[in-house]
């Protein structure tokens, strides 16, 4: 990558992709968004979306002048074809392979197609998402060699030269907190604990010390774990520098 | 593949995709289709496509008994992306790499995803893509090496075992009429003649030998060609048996 090109994010306004939005304006010279609505079964997701991204601007004036456009596509298709969780009145439950029945089979294939034509009309080159091998519950596209086997196929079927960033791709919560403090300092955590959405079941009435949600979800619950460790580590680390 | 196995077909209702149908029918035991409208310019194509299907069930109860659900999705956002003659009321011409302004980058790479995800609701194996290296008009994406990569980049993101079909991807438009002829013989080939869809601007009032279509555009072009060679191929042969 290089401080003079331009990169476009795959943003859904969550804890992950705010924190991939960060490392993006930290590292190129341009950043353009993009994100799908798909049917979600809140709405809210798409509302923190627009916030997180306002709110970004408002508080880092030298990143708001290296965000470019936003682009937000309907693809009611994956909705759809599959029955699952996220985007439909049901309850989430988690099958004996360990993949949640929220599973959209090769969503993020879909989302890294979609956004390689995107950058493809656009002349960029880096595309970054924020998907990982940690903390994935059991989403196979989600993992490192379903990202480099999708780089290589859209490089071949679009005769074109992308690098897929995936830069939480070894990161657990804790660690993804840490990064976002380590880019942008509490008013980027702080940016991301009001703004940011995880919680499965569309809760922004319920406010803890690492956002709102329901509290009981496995996305609410990897995000409170993940940010308890955060807080624990830089509580230890000030202790020792004092 | 196996007598005993389910396929689904990616089935658009022109002369390529009508040709698979009737090769899945011949090598499967139970075949879906699935299609999708995303935008084109002329609603005739999905029209055609229900027609063939018909067509077909109705000429050959063996294959009728084969034919299971039809899938069709709309994907408005492949027109959202691209600025491309297919989709909107514009011209189609051809930029000096070969590649015509209806390209849609990755178009085929979205098609063989959905259809893998739809596949791996349904417990199918085998996805056949009536995609080739010949008259390719320099889409990148219908190539061998493309496939083969998109295979991988399924697999390894759905954890599933999915086999793309290509049997057209060494055949030339002649070819590939011969090979329509070959397994559903004459009645096979009218069907094609008479229903399916070419002609890139929706053209179904003008009546030529090999279909209908305007006669000029590049796909007429090529539909034209390709029958021409096989009807020759055809009276020589019949001359040779005399």
């Known amino acids: 990558m290089s401080q003079e ?3 476009l994010v795959l943003f859904s306004g969550g804890q992950d992709s705010s924190t991939c939005l960060a490392w993006a304006v930290d590292n190129f010279a ?5 994100g799908f609505d798909y049917g979600q079964r809140h709405s809210v997701e798409l509302d923190c979306r627009m916030e997180v991204l306002s709110a970004v601007r408002r508080a880092f004036p030298a990143w708001n002048r ?3 456009d936003d682009h937000l596509h309907a693809i009611p298709v994956l909705g759809n074809i599959s029955e699952t969780a996220l985007t ?4 989430i439950v988690f099958a004996e392979g360990g ?4 599973f959209v089979p090769g969503r993020n294939l ?3 197609t979609l956004a390689a034509a995107i950058a493809y009309r656009r002349g960029i080159r880096h595309i970054i998402a924020g998907v990982g091998e940690v903390d994935y519950s059991g989403y196979p596209d989600c993992r490192e060699d379903s990202i480099s086997s999708m780089e290589d196929a859209l490089n071949i079927g679009m005769e074109s030269d992308f690098i897929l960033h995936t830069p939480l791709m070894h990161l657990d ?12 300092g509490p008013e980027l955590t702080d940016i991301i604990i009001e703004y940011s959405h995880t919680c499965y079941l ?3 009435n319920t406010r803890h010390d690492w956002g709102y949600g329901c509290g009981h979800c496995p996305a609410c619950a990897l995000r409170a774990a993940g940010h308890e460790g955060f807080i624990e580590q830089t509580v230890k680390a000030d202790k020792a520098t004092e």
């Open 5 to 7: 090109d331009t990169a």
């Open 173 to 184: 919560k804790t660690a993804i907190w840490h990064l976002a403090d380590h880019i942008g």
């Open 30 to 34: 341009r950043v353009e968004t993009v």
């Open 202 to 204: 569309g809760d922004r």
């Open 88 to 91: 439909r009145d049901t309850e």
């Open 110 to 112: 879909i989302f890294l």
């Open 99 to 102: 993949l949640p029945n929220t």
């Open 66 to 68: 290296k965000l470019g």
